[in-house]
């Protein structure tokens, strides 16, 4: 009996030595090289070999409170606003606070991209996520005016309207329906208008690729592993066949553009970027335009499609703030002129309550919950340091649901919109060089649909009640199970 209690002890204390040994092997690996820089590193742990905390961030975000992830550092560390981490396989540092975003979202001098490799791969290494702070500087010039100029929105509109009001009369003949799945296919078709405008045969082509897009989204904030069974696994799959099919569109058109229409002005994103060259006369490639075209229309209908969702529901549930939203939409069609067909881009830019509608919803849902940099050099913030390499992590969500600034965050109130918030605490489009390139055009798409379903139609959720999923963005499980009926 007593040498059988020796043995379990020795086995109980194997075990913790064990257990001690495993969660300071990141402790040697990234911290104990930085010499005496180690001691003013932010609180925080790394976790465990390998995994560090995804465990626990995966484990939060399939529960209904993702909060519960950060809420450990802050239980554990207290308000730091920074804290230290191993996630995606790289030592990070986690900022929380507005100063600190802003900080990080805008100095670039001091930061760069710093997205995990599923990201780049499946994005692309000439997707605006992975390249250099002049290519991106010189590319933006170059397509913003093809995005959210106001001469392209006053085009895009009548395309956008049209196609709304087409799926809203259509659903209403559907019965139930996905509302999350239609709505990402009505973006869908509308973004590869805007950006493969010419040609008509490469949008149609495009329409049944939005499947592939969604497989992509999957791995995007998923581990590296590509092996059959994991999300990045079935991703890569999707992005090789995207593009299988983008190639040859591209070279097609680069040989059209070429022979057919040199000189012509570029009316779509495909030809401006076709044209763009650098002071050496050097052109995009195929790989280059295809990548950007493929970080263009995966971002340009996945958010679109899930916040207009969002905002439909919220206003359908608060009796109180659909009809305020109603009201300044009937209130337009008013004073609008007779001879005036379809809505105007005056007039959106006149919708001040729906306005705050949307930018309510995209506090409240957060849909990215964070973006990812890395320091260039030693940086200290809030006192602490960020080493040379380290991943920063800008947390949105912990920003937008702070109730110092937002009193009673998770309740959906377009009011607090009435008072002006400073720099940083309102961040749904990012910041800085490399804010949104598409924020108008996204905000234009919410509102002419929001306007019409506001109007004439009702939202009837089938499942008010189901679960919710947080990756790769905030949804209901069943993509919201629903019917569209016309207005009584």
């Known amino acids: 009996m007593e040498g059988g209690s020796m043995w379990l002890l020795y086995v109980f204390g194997a075990l913790l030595v064990l257990r001690f040994l495993l969660r300071n092997v990141n402790w040697f690996l990234y911290e104990q090289k930085l010499g005496e820089k180690q001691y003013f590193l932010p609180p925080g742990h790394m976790g465990w070999p390998l995994i560090g905390n995804m465990w626990s961030f995966f484990s939060a975000l399939k529960t209904n409170n993702p909060e519960s992830f950060m809420d450990s550092f802050y239980t554990r560390y207290g308000k730091t606003g920074i804290y230290k981490a191993l996630m995606f396989g790289n030592p990070s540092v986690i900022v929380t606070t507005p100063e600190a975003c802003k900080r990080v979202l805008t100095d ?39 995005i959210n ?61 939005e499947k ?39 070279d097609k058109r680069i040989k059209e553009r070429k022979e057919k229409f040199p000189r012509k002005k570029a009316k779509d994103m495909m030809n401006a970027l076709i044209d763009v060259e650098d002071e050496n006369g050097k052109k995009l490639s195929v790989d280059d335009i295809t990548d ?90 809030n006192g602490y340091l960020v080493p040379k390499g380290w991943k920063v992590m800008v ?45 108008d055009l996204a905000k234009l798409e919410i509102s002419v649909f929001l306007h019409h379903f506001l109007l004439n139609y009702e939202l009837e959720r089938l499942n008010p009640l189901a679960p919710m999923r947080f990756l790769p963005h905030p949804r209901p499980i069943d993509n919201c199970m629903a019917r569209i009926n016309k207005a009584k």
């Open 212 to 250: 592939e897009f969604t497989a992509v989204n999957y791995g995007l904030r998923a581990m590296a592993v590509n092996l059959p069974g994991f999300g990045f696994y079935t991703a890569v799959k999707a992005r090789k066949n995207l593009v299988a099919i983008f190639h040859p569109v591209v």
């Open 395 to 439: 947390w949105f969500r912990s920003v937008h649901l702070d109730p110092e600034i937002y009193p009673n965050p998770k309740e959906f109130n377009p009011e607090r919109w009435n008072e002006l918030h400073k720099a940083g605490e309102f961040l749904p489009f990012g910041a800085g060089s490399r804010f949104c390139p598409g924020n």
């Open 292 to 381: 950007i075209l493929l970080m263009y229309l995966n971002a340009g209908h996945e958010s679109s499609g899930h916040i207009t969702m969002w905002a439909t529901y919220f206003l359908q549930t608060h009796p109180q703030y659909f009809k305020k939203a109603k009201e300044e939409q009937e209130q337009i069609l008013k004073k609008r002129p007779p001879t005036q067909k379809g809505l105007s881009l005056a007039e959106v830019r006149k919708m001040e309550y729906l306005s705050k509608v949307i930018d309510e919803t995209l506090r409240l849902i957060s849909f990215s919950l964070t973006v990812f940099r890395e320091a260039k050099s030693d940086v200290n913030i």
């Open 108 to 146: 670039d001098g001091k930061f760069t991209v710093g997205w995990p490799r599923a990201t780049v791969e499946l994005m692309g290494k000439k997707s605006f996520i992975s390249i250099s702070y002049e290519e991106h500087k010189h590319l933006r010039r170059l397509t913003s005016a093809s």
């Open 149 to 209: 100029g106001y001469e392209a929105l006053s085009v895009y509109i009548t395309y956008i309207e049209e196609a709304v009001i087409s799926s809203l009369e259509k659903w209403t003949t559907m019965g139930d329906i996905e509302f999350l799945t239609e709505l990402r296919k009505l973006t869908f078709n509308i973004i590869t208008h805007i950006f493969l405008g010419e040609g008509k045969e490469d949008a149609h082509a495009m329409e049944s690729l």
